[in-house]
Nanobody
Framework: QLHLVESGGGLVRPGESLRLSCTAPGHRLGYYTTGWFRQAPGKEREGVSCMAPYGNYSDYADSVKGRFTISTDTAKNTVVLEMNNLKPEDTAVYYC?????????????????????WGQGTQVTVSG
């Protein structure tokens, strides 16, 4: 299992943007299948976005399509979730998760159990 660290959360107003990063010190996350999930108080965890190794494939929840973008920052060995036009309903703790599957061409947006490593989460609050 990898030690994943999320960063970039915060408090923003509706319509503003945030950039979440997921790192695994000593590992190149671009080689992994990576997912972003979120959990709001009183709600179940839901898949937000995911990406296959090398960015060959990505997927998004309908609620974030057109607003969120997942990518790999190869220089920093991180996976980034750019979140634009944030809405109050985006408020949640956001988690990144990874699994290494050789030659994988897919990712798992709604199958959190497929991922073997999880970060501690970063809080995103959209209010005001």
């Amino acid at each position: 299992q990898l030690h994943l660290v999320e960063s970039g959360g915060g408090l923003v107003r509706p319509g503003e943007s945030l950039r979440l990063s997921c790192t695994a010190p000593g590992h190149r996350l671009g080689y992994y299948t990576t997912g972003w999930f979120r959990q709001a108080p009183g709600k179940e965890r839901e898949g937000v976005s995911c990406m296959a190794p090398y960015g060959n494939y990505s997927d998004y929840a309908d609620s974030v399509k057109g607003r969120f973008t997942i990518s790999t920052d190869t220089a920093k060995n991180t996976v980034v979730l750019e979140m634009n036009n944030l809405k109050p309903e985006d408020t949640a703790v956001y988690y990144c998760a990874t699994i290494y599957i050789l030659f994988s061409q897919v990712c798992y947006l709604n199958l959190p159990d497929r991922y073997g490593s999880w970060g501690q989460g970063t809080q995103v609050t959209v209010s005001g």
